[in-house]
């Protein structure tokens, strides 16, 4: 098997990625089929993924966070899902998204209100931009907020909302000023607790991701303090938007790369347990053949992968780079781990064994944080 050890790693985040890999093996994988049957983790795991060091790592420590920078995120996000923590555990959306929002757009006092709670797990942050009838085109959403005395009303419908259920805060994407189109799209920081007209709906059955709870949340006339628009500007909601889902792209392709190398391990175990026709599943010509394209594509990811984090660290990862990583390498991984399902025979199908909820969450990658389709069409753009 190939190091798996990225180049822009050293001796410290060695030990973080140890630590974290022991802490989901000890404290998630226990209990991922009750969090799975229930459509949530517990709330308190969240307090203890904060006393381990696990959320806000590339949080300013005087915001309560760690202090280290993207390389810490990639390092715990990488852990998690190789040391098959699944994906019950919201912690991409929390840490890696909406903390870097608050961090990036804030103002000093929404840091400071905000960022401190949200490191130790107190506040639960969720990102609301989709809406019934606007996906990937943000500049379709419907939400309104309108000033009303010395507030914004909020008025309007999100859905498929990645811990919606438990979010103390949500980041809203609301439009301010609806004549101007994408300049007229505001970030809203909704305090849900004690907050008249928000509702929570149906926590959604999905294919996959049974245990993370998502969500659909309603706003009937909100009234949030002017201080939560995200910066304190209205009209910047888009250009927030825009430049963060880069990121938000890249957290994908580095929990996919942790994906294959674990579907990989757990099939190659399975196979050399299995006996076929008298001999190991192993031994069989095929196996060893698909085991190789997978193992193949698997080097190819986390190359790739290894190449895009030390772009970004440098500030260097455009917005096509994101695209372009994003879709190949969703496409790869799910390729990889059919494959890797497929060699399970009718173990695979169950739920039971872990290559099918992998099966399902890597179908996932291939839609979240934009299609593959709408990747392609933002790459594409260049050409005239």
């Given at each position: 098997?190939?190091?798996?050890?990225?180049?822009?790693?050293?001796?410290?985040l060695?030990?973080?990625?140890?630590?974290?890999?022991?802490?989901?093996?000890?404290?998630?994988?226990?209990?991922?089929?009750r969090?799975?049957?229930?459509?949530?983790?517990?709330?308190?795991?969240?307090?203890?993924?904060?006393?381990?060091?696990?959320?806000?790592a590339?949080i300013?420590?005087?915001?309560?966070g760690?202090?280290?920078?993207?390389r810490?995120e990639?390092?715990?996000?990488?852990a998690?899902?190789?040391?098959?923590?699944?994906?019950?555990?919201g912690?991409?959306?929390?840490?890696?998204?909406?903390?870097?929002?608050?961090?990036?757009?804030?103002?000093?006092?929404?840091?400071?209100?905000?960022?401190?709670?949200?490191?130790?797990?107190?506040?639960?942050?969720?990102?609301?931009?989709t809406?019934?009838?606007?996906?990937?085109?943000?500049?379709?959403?419907?939400?309104?907020?309108?000033?009303?005395?010395?507030a914004?009303?909020?008025d309007?419908?999100?859905?498929?909302?990645?811990?919606?259920q438990?979010?103390?805060?949500?980041?809203?994407?609301?439009?301010?000023d609806?004549?101007q189109?994408?300049?007229?799209?505001?970030?809203?920081?909704?305090?849900?607790?004690?907050?008249?007209?928000?509702?929570?709906?149906?926590?959604?059955?999905?294919?996959?991701?049974?245990?993370?709870?998502?969500?659909?949340?309603?706003?009937?006339?909100?009234?949030v303090?002017?201080?939560?628009?995200?910066?304190?500007?209205?009209?910047?909601?888009?250009r927030?938007?825009?430049?963060?889902?880069?990121?938000?792209?890249?957290?994908?392709?580095?929990?996919?790369?942790?994906?294959?190398r674990?579907?990989?391990?757990?099939?190659?175990?399975?196979?050399?347990?299995?006996t076929?026709?008298?001999?190991?599943?192993?031994?069989?010509?095929?196996t060893?053949?698909?085991?190789a394209?997978?193992?193949?594509?698997?080097?190819?990811?986390?190359?790739?992968?290894?190449?895009?984090?030390?772009?970004?660290?440098?500030?260097?990862l455009?917005s096509?780079?994101?695209?372009?990583?994003?879709?190949?390498?969703?496409?790869?991984?799910?390729?990889?781990?059919?494959?890797?399902?497929?060699?399970h025979?009718?173990?695979?199908?169950?739920?039971?064994?872990?290559?099918?909820?992998?099966?399902t969450?890597?179908?996932?990658?291939?839609?979240?944080?934009?299609?593959?389709e709408?990747?392609?069409?933002?790459?594409a753009?260049?050409?005239?």
């Amino acid at each position: 098997m190939f190091d798996h050890r990225f180049s822009w790693m050293d001796d410290e985040l060695d030990m973080l990625s140890d630590a974290m890999r022991g802490f989901v093996e000890k404290e998630m994988n226990p209990h991922e089929a009750r969090w799975q049957a229930q459509g949530h983790v517990d709330r308190d795991f969240w307090l203890k993924a904060g006393e381990v060091g696990m959320l806000c790592a590339s949080i300013p420590e005087e915001y309560g966070g760690h202090g280290g920078d993207f390389r810490h995120e990639a390092a715990i996000t990488y852990a998690q899902y190789s040391g098959r923590g699944h994906s019950s555990f919201g912690l991409g959306v929390h840490a890696q998204i909406c903390a870097w929002y608050i961090l990036e757009f804030g103002t000093e006092d929404q840091k400071k209100r905000w960022l401190p709670k949200m490191a130790t797990g107190e506040l639960v942050c969720a990102i609301a931009m989709t809406e019934p009838g606007a996906g990937s085109d943000l500049q379709a959403i419907r939400t309104r907020a309108r000033m009303d005395g010395n507030a914004y009303v909020v008025d309007g419908a999100k859905t498929y909302i990645s811990n919606g259920q438990q979010a103390d805060l949500v980041i809203t994407a609301v439009k301010t000023d609806p004549s101007q189109g994408a300049r007229g799209v505001s970030l809203m920081v909704v305090e849900t607790a004690d907050a008249p007209g928000f509702r929570r709906g149906r926590n959604l059955d999905k294919l996959g991701l049974k245990g993370q709870d998502t969500s659909e949340l309603f706003f009937d006339g909100v009234r949030v303090p002017p201080e939560n628009l995200l910066g304190g500007v209205e009209g910047q909601g888009f250009r927030q938007l825009m430049k963060n889902l880069a990121q938000e792209r890249l957290v994908i392709c580095v929990t996919a790369a942790a994906m294959v190398r674990k579907a990989l391990e757990t099939t190659i175990a399975f196979a050399g347990d299995r006996t076929i026709f008298g001999a190991r599943l192993l031994d069989k010509q095929n196996t060893r053949f698909r085991l190789a394209e997978v193992e193949s594509t698997a080097r190819a990811i986390h190359a790739y992968v290894d190449d895009l984090v030390a772009k970004h660290l440098r500030g260097e990862l455009s917005s096509v780079d994101a695209a372009m990583a994003k879709w190949w390498i969703a496409e790869q991984t799910f390729e990889a781990v059919n494959k890797c399902l497929q060699l399970h025979g009718g173990a695979g199908y169950m739920a039971e064994y872990d290559i099918s909820s992998m099966f399902t969450e890597a179908r996932l990658y291939q839609i979240a944080g934009g299609s593959a389709e709408t990747m392609k069409d933002l790459i594409a753009r260049r050409y005239g």
